[in-house]
């Protein structure tokens, strides 16, 4: 009777240290993969900042130069119908911010940004009458993206005073700018161009692993109007 005892107690036991060494197990390897990803993560935020380092040491470089050549805009134009006068790109600045990241300190994003202004004379005024919502959608959206100052009057009908128009004076300068948000966990960069070229926003993703100087050259040729692979 207790050799039958002893027997059970012993199975038990042994039912409980199994179990045990099932939980050891699983810690050790939930901590092993832990470690890893921790790493990992500290890898990936090394190698992004120090491709933030060069891009910033880049971009200041390149604004000292763009700001002796004042090279020429796109074409510029609030309703692709009216021009604006020929644009050159002027006063080029360079902005790092930091942040802290997991005790440590990083690049929150850099940017570099200019003012679009005629390429000849002082700064000159404009107009353009749209009358249909698309085309009104499109002129505000410009408007608001480029930060240009403006008014805006209705047109009506000297009889009736139906709305026949609605006409936007604006002043014929704008500004644009390149952002470069790190996402220092997945190693990444993201790109925001506003107003490159001509009016709008163009975004591009780029690992940091890839991007080298001579991708830098790629952004600073799209900067300046010359064929550029960056995008």
Known sequence: MRNVEFRRQSEADGAFVSFLNQLKTQA??????????????????????????????YLQDVARHLNVIEPAAGKFTLDGK????????????VDARRKMLRNREVYDYLAIGWRVVPRIGSTVGGQVSVNF??????????????????????????????LQAIRFEYTAETRGNVVITPNHDEAMLAFRLLNVGGFGIQNSNWPAAGLR???????????????????
């Open 28 to 57: 050790n390897a939930l901590q092993t993969q832990q470690g890893e990803q921790q790493q990992n993560l500290q890898e990936n935020c090394t190698q992004t900042e120090n491709v933030c380092r060069t891009a910033l040491y």
């Open 82 to 93: 009216t021009p604006w006068p020929a644009m050159k790109l002027v006063e080029f600045r």
């Open 133 to 162: 919502p698309p085309d009104l959608q499109r002129v505000e959206h410009r408007l608001g993206l480029g930060m240009v100052q403006h008014e805006r009057h209705d047109v009506r009908h000297p009889e009736t005073n139906a």
């Open 213 to 231: 100087t001579e991708n830098l050259d790629e952004l600073a040729k799209l900067l300046v109007g010359e064929p550029s692979r960056f995008l």
